[in-house]
């Protein structure tokens, strides 16, 4: 069990490349089971979520073969069983996406229930209702998802509420169904128009992924093709918003403006300069202290939830006061007390932070609770004089490649130590 050792008081300032997004990662990782030929997918981030992911697909028998670029050919005609275990599935909820799959093409699935989490119950009654509706099987027994079909039907499916993998585990079993299934409320992240844009080149007859309305007409089978997953955008924000927090410079690579452009207005909002190009965006603080903005997180396009602890911190230093309100899961506020910690002013309603910003964090010894909680820590230790220990940085490592390089690279002071 490592520890980060964040030093304060240094104003960033640099350049990184950004990574392949982890949450279009895991899902095309789970859709490489519906080709019955090799399938090469590029880009794929470092992580531990893609490591596990490995290992489940790994288990079932399909072979995985990768390169020193951390490309991943994937050949599933040796799988020999359909098992998602609850050891691995513990681990990382996002196992839930082989469901789909496995279903689709092989007529059964046996996943373990995923269980909570630190932000939320997170349930997947949406997609088992969904896979229910295209004439699945489903039963759960012992903490297991048992799930049978010959051959999925086509639907009409409207999700009660937009979530994002169910809308990505749906649209992949509807790709072998029989017929045409239309997903109303559909997420519209664009990790659900990548997934599909992978699947479209293997094959399948989707239109509509990235809207709120995807239709799916069945084929008989996927066949290879080979993928490069697009850019972080979360990942991306999050080192902008380090760059803003420590009134430096920072510019990242390899990514694309258009995935987060609610989340670059909210950067100007705060008083930071942003400059883009085709593939890349530079934030400059020019030494000014942010000023608060108030942020009111939703389903895309709208501020991703996943940038809510970042924009946090930022406001706990900034000149002014904000709101800070979650919408999309009921417990995504365990960074705040880790903040207060360090000398945040931060009140909770509800599902809503008022900040007030104060002039300086300290630093101090703080827990990781999840993986974007864990990031703002990191951000908040920048920004605080003095040192802060962040315990349970496993939390980190599931969604941040070499997090302590990067910021290295951009003139931070992280080190990674035993704990
Ligand atoms: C995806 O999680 C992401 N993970 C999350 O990123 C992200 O925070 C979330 O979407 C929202 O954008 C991956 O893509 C692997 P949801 P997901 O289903 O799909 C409720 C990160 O930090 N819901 O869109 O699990 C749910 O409780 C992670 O990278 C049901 O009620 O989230 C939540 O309130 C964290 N029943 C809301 O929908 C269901 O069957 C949205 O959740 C499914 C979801």
């Given at each position: 069990m490592d520890k980060l050792i964040v030093t304060g008081g240094c104003r960033l300032d640099g350049e990184i490349r950004i990574s392949g997004a982890k949450n279009a990662a895991l899902p095309i990782m789970a859709a490489?089971?519906?080709?019955?030929e090799p399938i090469t997918v590029c880009n794929v981030p470092h992580l531990h979520d893609v490591t596990t992911t490995m290992e489940l697909l790994g288990r079932m028998g399909v072979s995985l073969v990768v390169d020193e670029f951390l490309n991943i050919e994937v050949d599933t005609s040796t799988i020999n069983n359909f098992y998602a275990p609850y050891e691995l599935v513990k681990t990382m909820r996002a196992s839930i996406l082989v469901l789909g799959p496995l279903l689709t093409r092989f007529g059964e699935a046996h996943v373990s229930m995923p269980g909570g989490c630190a932000i939320g119950q997170r349930p997947v009654d949406i997609h088992l209702d969904g896979l229910k509706a295209m004439g699945a099987d489903i039963q759960v027994e012992n903490g297991y998802i048992i799930a049978r079909a010959d051959r999925l039907k086509g639907a009409h499916i409207v999700l009660e509420t937009i979530s994002v993998t169910a809308t990505e585990n749906l649209m992949m079993a509807a790709t072998l169904a029989d017929g045409e299934t239309v997903i109303e409320n559909a997420a519209q992240e664009p990790e659900v128009a990548d997934v599909a844009k992978c699947l479209i080149a293997m094959g399948a007859k989707i239109t509509g992924a990235g809207t709120s309305r995807i239709v799916v007409e069945g084929v008989s089978r996927l066949g290879g093709t080979r993928h490069r997953i697009l850019p972080d955008r979360i990942e991306t924000g999050t080192y902008l918003v380090a760059g803003a927090v420590t009134g430096g410079r920072v510019k990242a690579r390899d990514t694309d403006p258009k995935l987060l452009e609610v989340v670059l207005q909210k950067l100007r909002d705060a008083g930071a300069k942003v400059e883009c190009g085709e593939d890349w965006i530079e934030v400059d603080m020019e030494g000014r202290r942010p000023q608060a903005v108030n942020i009111h997180t939703a389903p895309y396009p709208a501020l991703p939830t996943d940038m809510q602890a970042q924009f946090m911190v930022l406001n706990t230093i900034a000149e002014g006061s904000s709101t800070v309100t979650e919408t999309v899961f009921e417990n995504r506020f365990m960074h705040v007390q880790e903040l207060l910690r360090l000398g945040a002013n931060i009140t909770l309603e509800g599902n809503t932070a008022l900040v007030k910003g104060v002039e300086s964090l300290q630093g101090a010894p703080v827990m990781a609770t999840d993986l974007r909680a864990s990031a703002s820590l990191v951000l908040a230790g920048l920004v605080a004089t003095g040192e802060t220990h962040i315990s349970r940085i496993y939390h980190i490592d599931r969604g941040y490649e070499c997090i302590e390089e990067k910021l290295e690279l951009l003139g931070g002071n992280v080190k990674r130590v035993p704990a």
């Open positions: 490489t089971l519906l080709a019955d």
